[in-house]
């Protein structure tokens, strides 16, 4: 303020001296007067200046541009502009680390497994996460500030969105949903703001597809269950209250321990699968030869095809190449098991049974089983690993099997890394192959 003062007396001094130099003292008024305008020049040339910096503001420039183009001025001008600066300055940086938390909050939606849909008070979208934009099919650059029931038309939807009671969610067709492939979304809007809303959605197809899974286990189980013990608890009343011969006695005996054996059966079927879906993928540690797998499928076989086919079938056994496979040999055996006791159930008496092991030409093993039954429509074998998913129900009550063999035929080979393939075609009988991968399949030397 002092050096403003200064150079105002200063210019006061140098036109008085040039008015009274030229004129004496007719001439120093008006060499004062000289003087104070000049200083007024001046001044309005830094007042000037500064406020042109100003405007440039409003421009688009950010407030660190600004503050770096700021004019080097002298005098309380100066000192203004370097204040003004230092507002400008520390606007800015306030402005990058606001924008710094914003860009992290919208990265930590965007990375959210739910969808985030922001909605004015208006109900137009303001700005949704790219699992939004799956969820409802939006585009993000075409659909900002549309409203939200012209994009999602679910009547369900709108009579939410119309009720404006947001206690609850409400369930809704996703935009990918087809009969064949349902998505389910469950979707919930929260007020906030001064009506606006936070709209999630989550897809819940995986949650509703286990729990109607759950549903069907149980229903499955309790039938599968039910059944036999209402043969048992009805041939148990007979024997207590009717006087019965040695040979009925005999044989409803027999019928009850047929029973018996067909529930320990389920039971046990149970178990192995909850074992396998509970326990560690195992290592490639522990080797079997293919050659007692095999010879151990052949054994069961022939039992089960002299006692369910009197006139049996014709089984051939190729063992192949003298091999070895890592893996657990009880789950293992399970799964060929399983493979073969299926096709002697399934194939009628006379028809042929085939069994064999070789080496692709890539190093993979092949455990394969083909039969001549009645073979199985293509509808039915996408669901013919799920648990109790049966083509004919008495046909299979008849050949004793629990619906959960392919089950469990699936799980090990997934835990041993192979790959289970299924080929058949009605009339024309099927066949099923285990492909083992290279890591689990070592060839034998001859002696």
Not at 90 to 105: A, H, I, K, V
Not at 135 to 147: C, I, T
Not at 168 to 193: A, E, M, Q
Request: glycine fraction near 8%.
């Amino acid at each position: 303020m002092i050096k403003r003062w200064i150079f105002f007396a200063a210019c006061l001094l140098v036109g008085g001296g040039l008015g009274w130099w030229t004129a004496a003292k007719d001439g120093l008024g008006a060499g004062l007067a000289l003087g104070a305008f000049l200083w007024l020049v001046f001044d309005s040339l830094y007042v000037a200046r500064l406020l042109r910096w100003l405007r440039t503001e409003q421009g688009n420039e950010t407030p660190a541009a600004l503050a770096s183009a700021a004019p080097s001025q002298p005098g309380i001008w100066g000192e203004v502009t370097d204040r003004i600066r230092w507002l400008l300055k520390n606007r800015s940086q306030q402005y990058q680390e606001s924008q710094g938390r914003l860009d992290e909050f919208l990265a930590a939606m965007q990375a959210s497994p739910n969808g985030v849909v922001l909605l004015d008070a208006q109900g137009r979208i303001e700005w949704c996460n790219q699992m939004a934009s799956q969820h409802f099919g939006f585009d993000v650059q075409r659909d900002m500030l549309q409203h939200i029931a012209n994009l999602v038309r679910e009547p369900a939807f709108r009579a939410y969105m119309a009720a404006a009671n947001f206690s609850h969610d409400v369930l809704i067709p996703g935009h990918f949903n087809t009969p064949t492939r349902p998505v389910k979304l469950s979707v919930h809007v929260h007020s906030y703001g001064k009506g606006r809303k936070l709209l999630l959605s989550r897809d819940i197809t995986a949650v509703e597809l286990a729990e109607a899974m759950r549903r069907d286990f149980v229903a499955n189980v309790s039938h599968e269950i039910r059944t036999p013990l209402t043969v048992l608890s009805g041939f148990i009343e007979t024997l207590q209250t009717l006087p019965l011969k040695e040979a009925e006695r005999t044989r409803y005996l027999a019928l009850m321990g047929r029973q018996s054996q067909r529930m320990q059966t389920l039971v046990s079927d149970l178990l192995t699968l909850s074992r396998l879906e509970g326990s560690p993928f195992p290592d490639a540690s522990d080797w079997m030869t293919t050659n007692a797998l095999l010879a151990q499928c052949e054994q069961e076989a022939r039992a089960l095809s002299a006692v369910i086919a009197p006139k049996g079938h014709p089984l051939v056994f190729e063992p192949g190449p003298a091999c070895e496979i890592a893996g657990v040999q009880t789950e293992l055996y399970s799964a060929m098991s399983n493979l073969v006791t299926n096709a002697v159930r399934y194939t009628p008496e006379g028809g042929a049974v085939r069994v064999s092991w070789t080496l692709l030409e890539d190093g993979r093993g092949k455990f394969q089983v083909r039969d001549s039954g009645p073979g199985i429509a293509p509808e039915h074998l996408p669901r013919l690993t799920e648990r109790f998913y049966r083509i004919d129900r008495s046909r299979s009550r008849e050949t004793g099997g629990t619906g959960l063999g392919l089950a469990i035929v699936k799980h090990v080979a997934q835990r041993h890394g192979a790959e289970l393939q299924i080929e058949s075609q009605p009339g024309q009988g099927s066949c099923f192959s285990l492909i083992f991968p290279v890591a689990r399949i070592r060839r034998l030397q001859a002696a």
